[in-house]
């Protein structure tokens, strides 16, 4: 079975500042890989997603994602974060034999942006 | 834009109470989703439903059931709502594009979430 670790429930950081969210997974088979972003009082939204071919990912807002199999991780980075960034951050991972796209989601990362 | 329309951004029940949360996306998706979201817990898939008048239960499906009549609109159904089915409720759909070069292939539309209180 899949499943997906988000190793921070809580990521403090100051404006300006870089950031990494991580993100490990679980799974036999290979997989597909997504990042969402749910801003306060809001549904979420797609901030990137790994399907196949390059390994780095860039996604909106000037996130990015590095997929490396061998450790088994997707962990989201953002070189420079602003106050707006502040939100709740969900890793999530699809079989891509899965029909329908089920996807598993991990516990959520909230990011604090503090001027 | 895909745009997913939840029925009710908040809602209080009373226990025992028979409750409608009701999702409708306007872009012809045939597949739909509903997730609870617990604080650390992230989002758990409660049902979901390929096509019309056809559903899957997901991971938490006890106490929860669903209704797929029209293509556009997935209802979710607390038969007698309990304490402990106070959460955030979301609504997610997508379209089962096979072609993994396809810009689209996998993602899933939120609804922006009706909040679940019972007393």
């Known amino acids: 079975a899949q499943s997906v670790t988000q190793l921070d429930s809580q990521v403090p950081v100051f404006e300006e500042a870089p950031v990494e969210l991580r993100c490990n997974y679980s799974?036999?088979?290979?997989?597909?890989l997504f990042w969402y972003v749910q801003y306060p009082n809001q549904g979420l939204q797609l901030l990137l997603k790994?399907?196949?071919?390059?390994?780095l990912v860039k996604g909106i807002n000037g996130f990015e994602a590095e997929f490396n199999k061998s450790q088994t991780s997707f962990h989201l980075r953002k070189p420079s974060v602003h106050i707006s960034d502040t939100a709740e951050y969900f890793c999530a991972v699809s079989d891509p034999y899965n029909q329908g796209g089920k996807l598993i989601f991990g516990q959520g990362t909230e990011l604090s942006v503090k001027p | 834009d895909v745009k997913v329309t939840q029925s009710s951004r908040y809602l209080v029940k009373r226990t025992g109470e028979k409750v409608f949360l009701e999702c409708v996306q306007d872009?012809?998706?045939?597949?739909m989703f509903w997730y609870r979201q617990d604080p650390g817990l992230g989002l758990r898939l409660i049902y979901f439903s390929y096509d019309v008048k056809m559903k899957e239960k997901g991971d938490i499906p006890e106490g929860y059931s669903v209704s797929r009549e029209k293509k556009e609109r997935f209802s979710l159904i607390l038969e007698s709502a309990s304490t402990n089915q106070t959460s955030m409720y979301l609504c997610?759909?997508?379209?089962?594009?096979?072609?993994?070069?396809?810009?689209?292939?996998?993602?899933?539309?939120f609804g922006p979430g009706t909040r679940l209180t019972v007393l």
């Open positions: 997610a759909s997508a379209d089962p594009v096979r072609q993994v070069w396809d810009s689209s292939y996998n993602e899933q539309f």
């Open positions: 790994y399907l196949s071919g390059s390994t």
């Open positions: 799974s036999s088979v290979s997989v597909y």
């Open positions: 872009m012809d998706h045939e597949n």
